[in-house]
């Protein structure tokens, strides 16, 4: 796919589109578009979840974690929590 080209008969095509709605629904899905690029989703997150990852994170780097074997070997005392 020469995307180029692609860009090139999409221009071309939008140059000719009259129709209000259709323009208005273009410009709507390109700043989607930009908007879903520049998301991060730390800045989606709640206050709450984010403390309890920067917790998390602070329990790690002091060395209390929890290794996947323990974890799995009794899920219902996890899942309980």
């Not at 323009?23 to 879903?36: D, G, N, P, T, V």
Request: charge should be negative; avoid cysteine.
């Amino acid at each position: 796919m020469n995307i180029q080209a692609e860009i090139s008969w999409i221009q071309s095509e939008l140059a000719k589109v009259t129709d209000k709605e259709l323009i208005m629904a273009f410009k709507s899905l390109l700043k989607y578009r930009a908007k879903q690029e520049k998301a991060d989703w730390w800045d989606e997150i709640s206050k709450a979840e984010k403390a309890e990852i920067e917790e998390g994170i602070k329990q790690a780097d002091r060395g209390e974690l929890i290794n996947h074997e323990e974890v799995m070997s009794n899920p219902k005392k996890w899942l309980s929590k």
